[in-house]
Each structure stands twice: as C-alpha cells, then as structure tokens.
T-cell receptor, first 116, second 113 residues
Framework: AQSVTQLDSHVSVSEGTPVLLRCNYS??????LFWYVQHPNKGLQLLLK??????LVKGINGFEAEFKKSETSFHLTKPSAHMSDAAEYFC??????????????FGSGTRLQVQP | EAQVTQNPRYLITVTGKKLTVTCSQN?????MSWYRQDPGLGLRQIYY???????DKGDVPEGYKVSRKEKRNFPLILESPSPNQTSLYFC????????????FGAGTRLSVL
C-alpha cells in the first residue's frame, strides 16, 4: 500500500520569498513521486517527477523537489515566489512496478497563497 | 493542441436523473481515467481504462459506470445520481508506457440536489 501526507493544508508567503510545501510518503517499495499543480478553474498540470534517478528534481517554473529516502519526504521548494504561483499543489505517489492500473495516489493538497 | 476535453464544465441536476459527462482526448492515448476531487481528500480514482473495451474499477466506483467504445472517448455515466456524488470530476489520459504522466481535463463541477 502507498500513501501520501501533505503536512500543510494552507501556506501563505510574500512575493519574492521562498516557498516550501511539505510532503511525506509511505510505501513498501521505491516509489515514483510527483508534484502536480492546479490553478483556479483549471485541470492539474505536472510540475515535476522523481523516478529513481537524481534525488534533486527540477521542474517547471523554477520549482524543485528533493527525494529523501531516510526521511520519506519529497518537499517542493522554490527560491522566490511569484504571484502566479498561487494555486493548489498535490503530492502524488505511484508504484513503478504496477504494469496494470498504475493508480496515482494523491495527497490532500496544499493551497499556496502569495501576498503582494 | 494536445488536450483532454470534458463536457459539461458545470452541471446542476436532481437526484435520480441520469447524466453523462463526456471526455475526449486527441493524443491517441491508450490509458484513460476518471477521478473525483473532494475537499481534504485529494483526487480519488473512480474508473480507468487500459484500452478500447477494457475498463476496471478504481478506488470509488460505486454509483458510476463507464464505457470505452472508441480510443479517444471515455464517458462517465451516473445512472441515478445522489447528493453524495456532488463533486469536482476530472478525466485524465496517458500513454500506456508512461502512465505516471497523466494529462488532465479542466474538470466538471457537478451538483446533485
């Protein structure tokens, strides 16, 4: 079984300051991990993915995430927030061994608010 | 432009009145899936389809039906909607060989009164 816990339901930052969105996962195997972003009234868009290559993963729009196996974490960061980053962010895990359903297990989401 | 199109975007209906939410993708993807999104629960998979005529239950299939008669279309059917099916629904598609990267539609917000 796999699960994802996003530690903050809401995060508020000022424009130009760093962003940290926290995610812990649980799985009995080496998982694939993702961050998806959902802007208001839009579908979800893939930000970045980890699939057992480099532990520091760079994504779109200046975001990156670091896979830490010892801490079972996959936190999302960005050095400087922009107003356009305001959205809901989902941490997602899947089982790379699953050649069938390959279900994505979503965290409950973190709403990022960026103050001017 | 590569996209997943859902219709309608918004729907208000009454208990028991059958409805269909359509989903179409233009990327020739084999794999398609339906999710529902509820506050504090993230997205949960309702049904998925590995290819034409191949569908299977996800985590929360009760009260829903799907069909996959053509590769590009994957409609979600609520035969007798109930208020607990009020939710935001997303259709997604991906290549079979890279199912981790799914492309999502813009969502359908459904209210069942």
């Amino acid at each position: 079984a796999q699960s994802v816990t996003q530690l903050d339901s809401h995060v508020s930052v000022s424009e130009g300051t760093p962003v940290l969105l926290r995610c812990n996962y649980s799985s009995s195997y080496s998982p694939s991990l993702f961050w998806y972003v959902q802007h208001p009234n839009k579908g979800l868009q893939l930000l970045l993915k980890y699939t057992s290559a480099a532990t520091l993963v760079k994504g779109i729009n200046g975001f990156e995430a670091e896979f830490k196996k010892s801490e079972t974490s996959f936190h999302l960061t960005k050095p400087s927030a922009h107003m356009s980053d305001a959205a809901e962010y989902f941490c997602v895990v899947s089982d790379p061994r699953d050649t069938g359903r390959r279900a994505l297990t979503f965290g409950s989401g973190t709403r990022l608010q960026v103050q001017p | 432009e590569a996209q997943v199109t859902q219709n309608p975007r918004y729907l208000i209906t009454v208990t028991g009145k059958k409805l269909t939410v359509t989903c179409s993708q233009n990327m020739n993807h084999e794999y398609m899936s339906w999710y529902r999104q509820d506050p504090g629960l993230g997205l949960r998979q309702i049904y998925y389809s590995m290819n034409v005529e191949v569908t299977d239950k996800g985590d929360v299939p009760e009260g829903y039906k799907v069909s996959r008669k053509e590769k590009r279309n994957f409609p979600l059917i609520l035969e007798s909607p109930s208020p607990n099916q009020t939710s935001l629904y997303f259709c997604a598609s991906s290549q079979t060989r890279n199912r981790d990267i799914q492309y999502f539609g813009a969502g359908t917000r459904l209210s069942v009164l």
